[in-house]
């Protein structure tokens, strides 16, 4: 059994359980619906512990890059500086220009639908109903297109030599 220590989020995980067994399994028999209950509430903690580590990968990756500008259009793509003291040191900022390359190359050469499904999940931040709704597809599909679209970027990134 998982735990969520926090609090919030652990609250957020009930509500999103107990809004899908209401939409999903409000025609079956009120004996079942704990079990069904208990078995969702845990896919979606393992839902939320996949996603965080997702994010955790893809965060630790760009935490050493920060934006010039702070506001909402801002893509760090465009331009990076790297936020230890070295920003002004011409190998580090090469280095920087060359990551934010090979992460946009390897978006570009992702199948539509992964693509799609990587930045509406991971840049966007839905969740996986949300990214869902927004493709015109299952869940399942979701979970499909962004397992693939990592495993293929973190790939492409280690052919070239950057390790995750």
């Not at 939320?48 to 935490?63: A, D, E, G, M, P």
């Not at 949300?130 to 492409?156: L, P, Y």
């Amino acid at each position: 059994m998982f735990a969520v220590r926090d609090t919030h989020s652990a609250l957020d995980i009930a509500q999103d359980a107990m809004f899908k067994l209401t939409d999903r399994y409000r025609d079956r028999p009120a004996a079942e619906l704990p079990l069904l209950f208990q078995r969702i509430l845990q896919n979606t903690i393992r839902d939320f512990y996949r996603r965080q580590k997702v994010r955790s990968t893809w965060t630790t990756l760009f935490s050493s890059f920060r934006a010039s500008r702070q506001d909402e259009d801002y893509d760090f793509l465009d331009t990076l500086e790297v936020e230890s003291g070295k920003q002004d040191e011409p190998e580090r900022r090469l280095e920087s220009t060359q990551i934010a390359t090979a992460i946009e190359e390897a978006l570009e050469r992702l199948p539509a639908r992964q693509r799609e499904a990587f930045i509406l999940r991971y840049w966007e931040e839905l969740d996986v109903a949300e990214t869902a709704s927004a493709m015109g597809c299952s869940q399942g599909s979701v979970k499909t297109h962004c397992s693939r679209a990592t495993h293929s970027i973190a790939a492409f990134l280690k052919k070239r030599g950057i390790e995750l």
